[in-house]
């Protein structure tokens, strides 16, 4: 099992900056990449953006590409969402994620273990 706490969010105005953090703790070491998705109310989860664990190579979504960037920090086993320029659009619950394969990693369903989400919201 793996557990995962996000942190970091926020009421935040547009064009400002966030930085979003995901701690896992249990077995970590089964970890393969870890994710972050986000939903928006009344819309479907979608993918923000990802990286694996031990290599670090990251996706984005075309949405967040060059204002969003994700890290991790193997020794304290946290994930990182550095958000910039944010956009009134940016606006959701942000959720962490984990998975133990590898595949098509922008897709939510192999990922097995979630946060509680965080709160980000944007305003105009």
């Known amino acids: 099992q793996v557990q995962l706490v996000e942190s970091g969010g926020e009421l935040v105005q547009a064009g400002g900056s966030l930085r979003l953090s995901c701690a896992a703790s249990?077995?970590?070491?089964?970890?393969?990449?870890m994710g972050w998705f986000r939903q928006a109310p009344g819309k479907e989860r979608e993918f923000v953006a990802c990286i694996t664990w031990s290599g670090g190579s990251a996706q984005y979504a075309d949405s967040v590409k060059g204002r969003f960037t994700i890290s991790r920090d193997y020794a304290k086993n946290t994930v990182y969402l550095q958000m910039n320029s944010l956009k009134s659009e940016d606006t959701a619950v942000y959720y962490c994620?984990?998975?133990?394969?590898?595949?098509?990693?922008?897709?939510?369903?192999?990922?097995?273990?979630w946060g509680q989400g965080t709160q980000v919201t944007v305003s105009s």
């Open positions: 994620a984990a998975r133990q394969s590898a595949g098509i990693l922008a897709l939510s369903y192999n990922y097995a273990y």
């Open positions: 249990g077995r970590t070491a089964s970890i393969y990449a």
